[in-house]
């Protein structure tokens, strides 16, 4: 009896040594991420979301590309996202520059490569492509949906008409969660 007590005894204390060891190593690799890095896996997670609520036109039979415009962004979304299935295909994670979008169904543009999509699709639209943002006027200039902070939280705001005229559908309980925008010029 006395040696299984102590057989009991070296097995609880070598759980919690591995326990106390993971939340160790959970700790130090989220201390390690950087707060742009945390900023992103949390746009990743409302991004599924999005695509969930999204429908498109036309998607290819096997695979969903979800593309963004920078390799930090897309490493970020990947290792969140790649175990994700939307309308039953596997996700794919391209980097993509302005005419090489062809095989997207979601571009995500970051605040550093705004300017130059925002140069580039004040010139060319782009159909069944849901394209999100993170920067001021974003939704109201050139795409459908962006991202704001407000009250220190994580917003977003959707631009149903540019939707609607891009071939794209959200569903209405998406649409209630969302600050809607217009293009502007258009009331």
Known sequence: MKNFTSIALLISKTIILYFLGGMLL?????QAASPRDREYQIKAAFISNFIKYAHWRNIPANTFSFCTTSERVNTIVELGLDKERWHNKMPRFYVVTPGKESRCQLLFIDREHHQEWQDYLTKKRLKNILMIGEKQ???????????????????FEINSQRLASDQLNLSSSLLRLARIVHSEGVE
């Open 137 to 155: 006027g974003f939704a109201r200039h050139i795409g459908h949906i962006n991202f704001f902070l407000a009250d220190n939280k994580l917003r």
């Open 26 to 30: 959970l700790s130090i690799s989220s």
